[in-house]
């Protein structure tokens, strides 16, 4: 039963990324924006808090999930079960970014495709970490 409810658990992952980058990005660019002309900072602002706020919530919610399902050896088919929401969507963003050019709907898009991308990043780094280090010791051989 819990090896069914991880996927989802990881894809609500994706809510306080999105809050915790849109949030301070509308905030701070709306207060410099009375005084300096700031055009541009909300790309660069949104794209710091994205790496570092969305590796926080992913990296939590990876150790969060190997706790849950209790992974001693993660295997590659465990990657592909956390991660089976973000592998779904990264076809419906790029489908969904390819007839348009510019506009809102292609840039909530690109997000997507971005955060499904790096949330998928980081689960195969986290998982690979994981089976690294878990791995048995070869006996050393002592050579005369």
């Not at 809510?15 to 980058?21: A, K, Q, T």
């Not at 808090?49 to 993660?74: H, S």
Request: hydrophobic share 55%.
């Amino acid at each position: 039963m819990k090896k069914l409810l991880t996927p989802f658990l990881y894809f609500t992952s994706a809510v306080p990324v999105f809050l915790g980058i849109l949030l301070p990005t509308i905030v701070v660019y709306g207060f410099f924006e009375q005084f300096y002309d700031v055009r541009g900072l909300e790309f660069i602002l949104g794209l710091i808090l994205f790496l570092t706020w969305g590796t926080v919530c992913f990296w939590g919610m990876n150790r969060a999930l190997i706790d849950i399902e209790g992974l001693q050896k993660p295997s590659f088919l465990d990657h592909f079960r956390q991660s089976l929401f973000y592998y779904l969507f990264l076809p419906l963003a790029y489908w969904a970014i390819t007839p348009f050019y510019g506009g809102l709907a292609q840039g909530y898009a690109l997000v997507i495709l971005a955060a499904a991308g790096w949330a998928i990043l980081l689960n195969i780094v986290h998982l690979t970490r994981l089976h690294i280090i878990n791995r048995p010791k070869t006996p050393e051989i002592n050579a005369p």
